[in-house]
């Protein structure tokens, strides 16, 4: 033993007090006493046979005849939802290309690229909202007059749709004056006479 050492007080490694490597714990032991990371999750042990809004039954479908089709229906307030969102996403899509062509070809090629990014823009959300919004409303109309008159009728047919799409295009311009209410029942029957015969011919 050195005098440093006899200073310190440190001892020499021996036999006796060397570190015994084999007695440490290891990674293993340290991860056996955390918790399973399964019971941590929000939803560990609910049982999914007892929640009735995971499994959608058959017997929640309209059992209405006709209504059995590619999509198929869960009664007058499921079509409403779906029907005037997925349409009123679509005619905004729409509308929105439409304004991008617009402003693309009414903005000089000569112009900055600011002035032709802001002609673009005001094009886009002038066109995307205003088909979109009118659409909507067509489609909400329809969509309540359609389950109305299937619940009417006991039966969902084409005849609905097209009776429909006409009321709820001649609504929709009816502060137009009487040939726009005709032309605009027309468009909307013949779009809402083909989307039923198609659904009946996909399935």
Request: glycine share 12%; aromatic share 6%; proline share 5%.
């Amino acid at each position: 033993m050195g005098i440093w050492d006899s200073l310190s007080g440190r001892k020499q490694a021996n036999e006796t007090d060397s570190f015994n490597a084999s007695a440490a714990p290891d990674a293993t032991a340290f991860l056996a006493d955390l918790p399973d990371p399964s019971r941590l999750h929000p939803l560990a042990g609910l049982n999914q046979d007892t929640l009735d809004y995971i499994t959608l039954e058959d017997s929640a479908l309209d059992s209405l005849p006709g209504s059995d089709s590619v999509l198929p229906s869960r009664g007058w307030s499921d079509d409403l939802c779906y029907g005037t969102g997925t349409t009123y996403i679509t005619a905004l899509a729409v509308g929105g290309a439409w304004g991008l062509a617009e402003g693309l070809s009414k903005t000089p090629v000569t112009a900055p690229p600011k002035i032709r990014l802001n002609g673009v823009l005001n094009s886009i959300t002038r066109r995307g909202p205003f088909l979109g919004n009118s659409a909507g409303v067509v489609a909400m109309v329809y969509n309540g007059l359609n389950s109305f008159a299937g619940y009417a009728r006991g039966k969902h047919d084409a005849a609905n749709s097209i009776a429909a799409g006409a009321v709820s295009g001649m609504v929709f311009k009816s502060t137009r004056g009487l040939k726009p209410m005709l032309i605009s029942g027309g468009i909307v029957a013949g779009i809402a006479g083909t989307w039923s015969v198609a659904k009946k011919a996909i399935l």
